[in-house]
T-cell receptor
């Protein structure tokens, strides 16, 4: 059975800290891994990863995929209170865009 | 504003009521989805529509009935729900279906459903 496991489930950091979020997966037919940020309701897209070892960056956020060890990490540097959210990892195994989500990691950034 | 609009944003209904959730996307996408987000559980896929045709029903009980009259609109008809159906129902769309679909979804704000 395909599954996506995120860790930690939650963490609290101070502004300026760096956080690393983990996502491991088991899948029989991997296509892509995606990261989303969910602040209140609508998850918003952050990254899509399909190839191992290629880092994706957007401002203070970056992510990388290891297809051999079946995991991905999402890094947030110099955290700000606006980074407080639930970060969702998901994977897709076919071409219809059906995503299987992990439980998410709740990040709280305190001033 | 994500280009995907859901109404109502909040809904309270009794177990004998019939109600509908509506989703509209203004992005010109071809695929639309319903996801359910319950407390303490991962987002769960419910239904997938591609070009108005249902391509996935993820073992959803028949008290949830989707309808997709065109590529821009998606409904979820609700009847005789149970209290455990209380959740956030998220609609999403994606640019492409079939080959080339990367899995990037554009989500609406969700409809918070409470079943009494």
């Amino acid at each position: 059975e395909d599954k996506v496991v995120q860790s930690p489930l939650s963490l609290v950091v101070h502004e300026g800290d760096t956080v690393t979020l983990n996502c491991s997966y088991e899948v029989t037919n991997f296509r892509s891994l995606l990261w989303y940020k969910q602040e209140k309701k609508a998850p918003t897209f952050l990254f899509m990863l399909t190839s191992s070892g290629i880092e994706k960056k957007s401002g203070r956020l970056s992510s990388i995929l290891d297809k051999k060890e079946l995991f991905s990490i999402l890094n947030i540097t110099a955290t700000q209170t606006g980074d407080s959210a639930v970060y969702l990892c998901a994977m897709t195994t076919d071409s219809w865009g059906k995503l299987q989500f992990g439980a998410g990691t709740q990040v709280v950034v305190t001033p | 504003e994500t280009g995907v609009t859901q109404t109502p944003r909040h809904l309270v209904m009794g177990m004998t009521n019939k109600k509908s959730l509506k989703c509209e996307q203004h992005l010109g996408h071809n695929a639309m989805y319903w996801y359910k987000q319950s407390a303490k559980k991962p987002l769960e896929l419910m239904f997938v529509y591609n070009f108005k045709e249902q391509t996935e029903n993820n073992s959803v009980p028949s008290r949830f009935s989707p309808e997709c009259p065109n590529s821009s609109h998606l409904f979820l008809h609700l009847h005789t729900l149970q209290p455990e159906d209380s959740a956030l129902y998220l609609c999403a769309s994606s640019p492409r279906s079939g080959a080339g679909n990367t899995g990037e979804l554009f989500f609406g704000e969700g409809s918070r459903l409470t079943v009494l």
